[in-house]
């Protein structure tokens, strides 16, 4: 028999990531979370109807199954920690939910960078003036000597004592030349086998070899095998080397220390990013001004380079900031997600526990108010027992929910060009005359991964023509072109409902041991001041929205939303007051390898 509580005051809610499915960890102070009035928890088990026919009107009883029919709901906000790069008191509660967490490190913007035979920038500063290095040109290294060293923001510029055959490449290595050992004499050296004085090397070590000596050419390989003798060693190492290497040649451990830097002018979609820790996925905050920030989706992250969408308006300048924040992702796979989270109320002395806890969210967005989350969970079992009160229960009491600063929706119609000047543009639709506003956005591609961003200071319809300030140059007729319509949204929900099944076994080893994410939805619903057909031809032409929805304005107490790829289902007009419309949908992945439907940021 299942029982519904509702929660009274002066009751302490925690919540902790078990170690093991299913298996209640101990609660800290730090684990409490503060949640609003409302909150009820179901205790019991599951009742199984016999449903059995007596030869009279009688019922028979029913049993109590196997599984737990126990679980919990209540409401938090979803208020920041306050601090940039420190997660919310709810991060566990949202591990639970999407199933990832990844806490990201703010990088610097870098210029243009060149790199020749003789000078060329470096990520990090582990270098030092007069260092001897090996610089990794081609499928070989080359010794250099450092003449000058000039330190950067996050990066140093060499300048060697000479030159190298060949200009290293973006993401060539840098390795310190400390000689380890030579080659030596006590056996026939070939390009496979080599012998060298006793230095304990085992077997997979990453040396580099000299093969000719004193030419400054150094090879990577991998040690295969190893003979140990009296007063040396011979090792055989994979690939074979050019040449059998010389006595007296040098043999270095292979330890990278850092990476040569080439890259282009930051843009308005991208730049290379010094010392970051992100990935696809993170909502950026990205400095485009003394003062001045805007947001945009990581789209990628390799070679220190990263990509964005939407573009923004300015291109950030050397020097400035990238912050990737606290990131939520949801997942597909189960292996993913953390283990279950155990849920502990506290009332007059006793712990309630909930071990194996695993739920939905509701987060509700309404413009000028602070988020609010609707959690529901359900757990694998409930105990309770008399134990001390929480120690030093702390719940996050000094740092202000932020308000909701606005809601956008960006559809992004393609176009092409068909007239214009550097100010007016004529663009076209294949399907249908475009609409727009003023403080709407065009984006006209250059080529070459080079986009423009202007905002339209005028529109006419029936002529399909855009004002902006000026481009650099003329819209070309046939030229790609994009208008990125803002949809001011007065109030966004978003459903995250992940399915869990709980894994059950025939024999009694097994049991109920854990519950398994079998499908998921990410259910929208949001509400417009005004009416646009857009919605309609949207729906019926499968044309996605992108929803980014931004809290607050200070560093460290920041939510942003992005949920990248929105299609429509249904669209209900209101006719009372002002008129506008409610817009349903659902949050499909955008990718074959999915868990991109909604993504969640703690700036």
């Known amino acids: 028999m299942s029982e519904l509580y509702s929660v009274e005051r002066g009751t302490i809610f925690a919540f902790k990531n078990e170690a093991q499915e299913g298996t209640a960890p101990t609660p800290a102070g730090t684990d409490a979370v503060l949640y609003k009035s409302g909150a009820s928890i179901k205790t019991g088990r599951e009742e199984i109807d016999r449903e059995l026919v007596l030869p009279s009107l009688s019922q028979v009883g029913h049993l109590l199954g196997m599984y737990t029919d126990a679980g919990f709901s209540l409401s938090t906000e979803g208020r920041a920690s306050g601090t940039l790069g420190t997660a919310p008191e709810i991060s566990e509660m949202l591990q639970n939910v999407m199933g990832d967490v990844n806490v990201g490190v703010a990088g610097v913007v870098q210029g243009v960078t060149t790199a020749s035979t003789s000078v060329f920038t470096v990520n990090g500063a582990e270098l030092a003036d007069e260092d001897d290095i090996l610089i990794q040109v081609g499928t070989s290294y080359q010794a250099g000597h450092i003449d000058v060293l000039t330190a950067g923001t996050g990066v140093q510029v060499v300048d060697l004592l000479g030159t190298v055959s060949i200009a290293p490449v973006h993401g060539a290595n840098i390795v310190d030349l400390i000689v380890d050992d030579t080659v030596t004499a006590d056996s026939v ?55 059998a290497p010389a006595t007296g040649d040098n043999v270095v451990i292979n330890t990278s220390v850092t990476t040569v830097i080439v890259c282009a002018a930051p843009s308005t979609i991208g730049c290379t990013v010094i010392g970051a820790t992100m990935e696809a996925g993170h909502i950026l905050r990205i400095q485009t001004g003394a003062s001045t920030y805007q947001y945009a989706l990581c789209k990628t992250y390799a070679g220190y380079a990263a990509t964005w969408s939407p573009p923004v308006s300015v291109a950030p300048t050397a020097g400035y900031a990238i912050q990737p924040g606290v990131k939520y992702a949801l997942k597909s796979s189960y292996a993913d997600f953390t283990s279950g ?105 250059k080529g070459s991964s080079v986009y423009e961003t202007k905002t339209l200071t005028g529109w006419n319809f029936s002529t399909q023509t855009a004002t902006t300030s000026a481009f650099t140059g003329a819209l070309s007729a046939g030229e790609d072109a994009y208008l990125r319509r803002c949809l001011e949204i007065s109030k966004l929900e978003i459903e995250v409902m992940p399915e869990w099944e709980t894994a059950m076994g025939m024999c009694n080893s097994y049991g109920q041991t854990a519950k398994i994410p079998v499908s998921r939805a990410v259910n929208i619903t949001y509400d417009k001041h005004f009416k646009s057909d857009y919605e309609l031809y949207a729906r019926d032409n499968l044309e996605s929205v992108e929803i980014f929805a931004v809290y607050g304005n200070t560093s460290g107490n920041i939510i942003a939303f992005d949920l990248p790829n929105v299609l429509r289902k249904t669209v209900e007009y209101k006719l009372d007051g002002l008129q506008g419309e409610t817009i349903t949908g659902q949050a499909y992945a955008d990718s074959t390898a999915g868990d991109d439907e909604i993504f969640i940021t703690y700036l």
């Not at 580099?208 to 140990?228: A, H, R």
């Not at 956008?408 to 068909?418: E, H, I, L, R, S």
């Not at 100010?423 to 003023?438: R, Y």
């Open 189 to 243: 050296a070939t390009a496979t086998e080599f012998s060298v004085a006793t230095v304990g090397y085992t077997t997979g070590a990453s040396l580099l070899v000299e093969v000719t000596d004193g030419s400054g050419y150094y090879y990577p390989v991998t040690v295969s095998n190893i003979v140990d003798h009296t007063t040396y060693q011979t090792v055989t190492v994979t690939p074979a080397l050019p040449a």
């Open 341 to 445: 989270c155990g849920f502990f109320y506290f009332k007059n002395g006793t712990l309630y526990k909930f071990p194996g806890s695993r739920g939905t969210a509701k987060f509700t967005l309404e413009v000028g108010k602070p988020l609010l989350i609707d959690w529901e969970f359900g757990s694998l079992s409930y105990a309770h027992s008399q134990e001390a009160a929480l120690a030093s229960p702390s719940v996050n009491m000094t740092t202000q929910p932020p308000l909701c600063l606005g809601i956008f929706a960006y559809f992004v119609y393609p176009a092409v060009g068909a007239a214009g000047s550097s100010t007016t543009s004529t663009i076209l639709s294949a399907t249908t005359p475009l609409e727009a506003a003023i403080g709407d956005t065009l984006i006209i591609d």
